[in-house]
């Protein structure tokens, strides 16, 4: 396989990808389109024929789909949650969701799904079709129960199928069971880990045991048949469904979209919480089905890996203590935090927003202080968590030293959210409008003043800026206008008054 970027017919200069040659001896060519917000909206194979046209609402839901030149189907939605699909090979029944937006009755499988405490399927069934799935108690998948594949047990990568071992997941692929002795099965992966191409040795040689091409959103077409099911971005295709299971919620991916909101949807304010790969599936994707940002800070566990600085912004003061050292001081302590933090998270309460080290002691938000509360052993809180769940309500004096502005910081979001609090735009408000272009990305907001009206105050990502060449950074300030009419620069985006202007590095 060979990837391109700035060649080919669409070429592209802002690291999406632009065509990727696959197949034997590179025959096959797939050519990729975006949009302004770099969405996925044309994916073209030449050789082995494929295709997908997409178009997006401004939430980012898909509004249509065509594949391989068929009617277009055209999603109907009610909010975010989709109603049904008309038109087309992709048309459906209507589907049906619980309170929290999980869907109950999915209206292209006429199934229907329940789900357990922590929003995961528990049960699925139809005609014909009875599943049930059993989870610990930080959602970690132990078994499910087909009518149709029988028992399948899940015990750390080893998989057992109506009690007896299957196979043994290793890094190059698995080691399947074959009366009591193993045989190893190797897999070749693109760069988003779907596995494409499936064998063993056999007489010395080389044998494909199977072979899969993905379309762009992650339909499985077949070449070659073959038993592993661990597929797209190297997750599990549930047979009976033609779903993937990434942990967290299962993808559907011949409309696209997941059957569930991410838990962890409110750092994706500005997407639909049913959105796939913020609808870029060739250049990102989704480990666990939760938050498909690069290296969200919010799925590490805290004493894996802990940054210099709050990594989104949102909290008040700074980590003093490194992962290393707390763990080398206080390996107990450290185990039940890590413990702690899986369950909460899988709960919904994102600890990582509400947990920080202040000179060595560990200091949460109110929840999480509450359900530590039983470990006598952990430090007591100092001061005040994050926003958003879990937040303090310590009556102490806050003991946390705050800067009014922080020049740099580890992330875009953390740089966005600084530059914004600092030209006193709220970041819990939704932009009026929104683009990116060549060097960046503007948000616009009508803020309230104190004398009763609004002004227009914009923060403008500048990755391209001459004036600060090198320097990424986010600009937040009031719009310049002038006889009512917004002033631009040579980018289009609106230019931004000298006074009180705010600058973060990232």
């Known amino acids: 396989m060979e990837l391109g970027y700035e060649t080919g017919t669409y070429p592209q200069y802002n690291g999406n990808i ?51 030149g068929a009617t277009t189907g ?18 459906t029944n209507s589907y049906a969701y619980d309170n929290n937006g999980n869907a109950t009755l999915d209206g292209r499988l006429a199934t229907y799904f329940s789900y357990n405490h922590l929003n995961l399927p528990a049960t699925a069934a139809k005609s014909g079709l009875s599943l049930a799935y059993t989870y610990d108690a930080t959602g970690q998948k132990l078994k499910k129960v ?16 109506n009690g007896t071992i299957d196979f043994i ?5 698995r080691a399947v069971n074959s009366s009591g002795s193993y045989k190893y099965e190797y897999n070749l992966s693109d760069h988003l880990g779907n596995v494409r191409y499936s ?53 559907d991916p011949v409309i696209g979209r997941w059957n569930s909101v991410d838990p962890l949807a409110d750092h994706s304010f ?50 003093k203590s490194s992962t290393e050292n707390y763990r080398s001081s206080s390996p107990v302590k450290a185990a039940i935090l890590d413990l702690s933090f899986d369950v909460l998270n899988a709960l919904g309460f994102n600890t990582l927003d509400n947990a920080y080290y202040k000179e060595g002691k560990l200091t949460t938000g109110e929840k999480v202080s509450v359900s530590l509360a039983v470990l006598t052993i952990l430090d007591p809180p100092l001061g005040r968590g994050g926003r958003g769940k879990g ?49 960046g990305k503007e948000y616009r907001y009508d803020v309230p003043e104190s004398w ?11 990755t391209m800026d001459s004036s600060h060449p090198g320097m990424p950074h986010w600009e937040a300030g009031k719009v310049k206008t002038e006889n009512g009419t917004v002033r631009t620069n040579n980018y289009g985006r609106a230019k931004l008054e000298n006074k009180n202007k705010t600058k973060v590095n990232y």
């Open 169 to 173: 997941q290793i890094e190059e692929g």
């Open 18 to 68: 632009a065509n990727q040659k696959w197949g034997s001896s590179l025959g096959n060519v797939f050519t990729y389109q975006y949009d302004k917000l770099d969405r996925l909206t044309h994916g073209n194979s030449t050789g082995t024929a494929m295709s997908e046209v997409l178009t997006y609402d401004v939430m980012g839901n898909i509004a249509s789909l065509s594949r391989d």
């Open 146 to 161: 087909s009518n149709i594949t029988g028992t399948t047990d899940y015990v750390d990568g080893i998989q057992y199928t």
């Open 74 to 91: 055209v999603y109907h939605y009610l909010g975010n949650r989709l109603n049904y699909i008309i038109d087309g090979p992709l048309a």
């Open 270 to 319: 500005d997407l639909t919480s049913y959105h796939y790969c913020s609808n870029n599936p060739i250049n990102r994707l989704d480990p666990d089905g939760r938050c498909d940002k690069p290296n969200c800070p919010h799925k590490f566990k805290l004493t894996d890996r802990l940054p210099e600085k709050d990594p989104d912004g949102d909290q008040i003061g700074f980590i």
């Open 391 to 439: 937040k303090s309500s310590a009556s102490g004096p806050v003991v946390i030293k705050e800067e009014i502005s922080v020049p740099t910081a580890n992330t875009s979001r953390a740089a966005r959210r600084q530059a914004m609090r600092d030209s006193g735009i709220p970041t819990s408000q939704q932009p009026t409008s929104q683009h990116s272009n060549a060097s």
């Open 452 to 462: 009763g009206g609004t002004s227009q105050k914009s923060v403008q990502q500048q």
């Open 199 to 251: 064998f063993d040795i056999y007489n010395g040689a080389v044998r494909k045991l199977q072979g899969d091409d993905y379309y762009a959103f992650g339909l499985r077409y077949n070449n070659t048949a073959g038993t592993n099911n661990y597929l797209y971005n190297g997750k599990e295709l549930q047979d009976e469904l033609g779903q993937y299971d990434y942990g967290a919620r299962f993808y």
